[in-house]
């Protein structure tokens, strides 16, 4: 079994930057993808970036050249940098981590994002 505990989220003002962390214990030999997911009030969860074991990426077009995940193996840790942040990026991110030979998906609690105008 594989534990997420997100942190870095909070209240910036629009253009401003953060950098999300995602720290993951547990079972984590098995860990293949790793990737960032977000959600606003009332809205359904949706994609943002996700990052391979290999290191090769993958952005949704609405964070396209704002937004950089990266990983750190040694420290069982994903990354997500925010910059030139605009109010429609506010809501609940969570980081998310693939398992295993059947590609079990484990999810963190979230963190809060707002961006202010």
């Known amino acids: 079994q594989v534990q997420l505990v997100e942190s870095g989220g909070g209240l910036v003002q629009a253009g401003g930057s953060l950098r999300l962390s995602c720290a993951a214990s547990g079972n984590i030999s098995s860990i293949s993808d790793m990737g960032w997911y977000r959600q606003a009030p009332g809205k359904q969860r949706e994609y943002v970036a996700a990052i391979t074991s290999d290191g090769s990426t993958n952005y949704a077009d609405s964070v396209k050249g704002r937004f950089t995940i990266s990983r750190d193996n040694a420290k069982n840790t994903v990354y997500l940098e925010m910059n030139s942040l605009k109010p429609e990026d506010t809501g609940v991110y969570y980081c998310?981590?693939?398992?295993?030979?059947?590609?079990?998906?484990?999810w963190g609690q979230g963190t809060q994002v707002t961006v202010s105008t």
């Open positions: 998310t981590v693939r398992v295993g030979p059947r590609g079990y998906v484990y």
